[in-house]
Nanobody, 124 residues
Framework: QVVFVESGGASVQPGGSLKLSCKVS????????MGWYRQAPGTQRELVAR????????SYDDSVQGRFTISRDNAESAIYLEMNNLKPEDTGTYYC?????????????????WGQGTQVTVSS
């Protein structure tokens, strides 16, 4: 049974930075494309970043391109999201999950199970 545990969220001012972490158990992380999702209040969960299983390729939603960096440490069974120059529209709960493949057209999560997420609030 896969378990995702996200952490690192906080309340920050616009222009601030955060680094989110997601520890994964129950699967061999090196076999999975992984992604970070964001859910703003009253909206559906959306994929903001993805990374290939070995970490050689990464892609981002236009809204975070150039500000966010996704990374992973398969030995630690963890993925990360470094967030810089945060904007109020980045506010939301952030989750990680696997993806069925690395493709700009694939945004659906592989697993039905989700972690509790980590809350990011950007406000002055």
């Amino acid at each position: 049974q896969v378990v995702f545990v996200e952490s690192g969220g906080a309340s920050v001012q616009p222009g601030g930075s955060l680094k989110l972490s997601c520890k994964v158990s129950g699967i061999d992380l090196k076999n999975y494309v992984m992604g970070w999702y964001r859910q703003a209040p009253g909206t559906q969960r959306e994929l903001v970043a993805r990374i290939t299983s070995a970490g050689f390729s990464r892609s981002y939603d236009d809204s975070v391109q150039g500000r966010f960096t996704i990374s992973r440490d398969n030995a630690e069974s963890a993925i990360y999201l470094e967030m810089n120059n945060l904007k109020p529209e980045d506010t939301g709960t952030y989750y990680c999950n696997a993806l069925t493949r690395y493709s700009p057209t694939v945004t659906e999560a592989w697993f039905d199970a989700w972690g509790q997420g980590t809350q990011v609030t950007v406000s002055s």
